[in-house]
């Protein structure tokens, strides 16, 4: 069962002597406390909420250590400064998911508390930081002003260090990007798009599936600018590198019982949906490719789990993949395409109820 957050008034006699508490989220002066940890604080229940959802409930124990620990002793200890960074991957873990889950409110919690551990653990201005800029940018979308300024941060801090990893100039050109297309400005977010992909292929290569995130993204501006056949060739070009990484998953899957990491499915199955309904409206509708599309949606339903997508989708695939050998649906040619699909027989008898 869940834990459920839950708070108290501070106790003053309980706390070093003349220690202000400030509120965890918006720094204002604190008047309730975590009663789980009792070393986070907050100014009201609305924002201990807020960030027990946020990230708090999977780090409250976490930060009893870290916080417990006078200030100087804090800065001299290697193992504290191991804790934080473990707090530091665990928060922008928290609110990369969140944010590929659409849930940009609630990744704003976790992005926070990320830039707040890497200053005290990397100092201030310093290109460590640029994830964390990027994700608050990101939890802050639609906010244009607060936007702007965490990813003017972000490149203020990579233009400081030009010998900063390829990873981060690609990140930020790819939040740069985005921020362009929102603002409508095309030309800006293409250049943006080309020097993500660029440094996204260096660090990753041609067939990355983050490169991949790369030609989904410039494919939207061309869309925005009616470039249609440039749209197609990446699409397709997208198609291919999943549909190939998802079988490579898939047949994992299968053989070793691995789980999938389900942190990018939300996005992923959003960009899939976003392709399939581009070929299907296509002019020059070309059922090879709709089939690779609808097949990616398919595997990436059952590496989920779930079962009745699994069917909805493993259907529709079936459908274009006949379509495309020219044939009609038989009840055997179904089940022999479906253990082709998957490549194995155990599915099959799961599926086969609903045939
Ligand atoms: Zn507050
Ligand atoms: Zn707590």
Known sequence: MEAESQASAIIPLALPKGAEKFCELCQREARLQCSKCRVTFYCAAEHQQADWVGIHKRICQLLVPIRALPLRSLQQTSHTETQIKKLIEICRLVAQSKLSEGKHQEALPAAQLCLRCSIDVHGPNTVQLVPAYLLLAEANMGEKQAQNDFLSQAEWAVLKSPKCGLTIHHQLHRSLGRLHVATGDLDTAFYDFANDIYFATEE???????????????????????????????????????????????????QTGVCFDQTCTHALDE?????????????????????????????????????????????????????????????????????????????????????
């Not at 490169?211 to 990446?234: C, E, H, N, W």
């Not at 198609?239 to 047949?251: D, F, K, M, P, V």
């Not at 009609?328 to 599926?351: F, G, Q």
Request: glycine letters at 4%; proline letters at 2%.
């Open 271 to 355: 960009m899939l949906r976003t392709m399939l309904e581009f070929e299907q409206k296509d002019t020059r509708k070309d059922p090879a490719r709709i089939a690779v599309v609808a097949h990616c949606l398919a595997m990436l339903s059952f590496l989920g789990g779930d079962f009745l997508k699994v069917i909805t989708s493993s259907l529709f695939a079936l459908k274009v993949t006949v379509l495309v050998n020219g044939s009609k649906i038989t009840k055997k040619k179904k089940k022999v395409l479906l253990t082709r699909l998957y490549n194995t027989e155990t599915p099959i008898n799961k599926l086969q109820l609903f045939l």
């Open 204 to 254: 990753y290569g041609l067939d990355s599936t983050v490169t991949s995130r790369g030609y989904f993204l410039m494919a939207d501006v061309f869309t925005k600018q009616g470039k249609i056949p440039t749209v197609r060739s990446l699409y397709s070009e997208v198609a291919r590198i999943w549909h190939s990484h998802l079988t490579r998953l898939l047949e994992t899957h299968i």
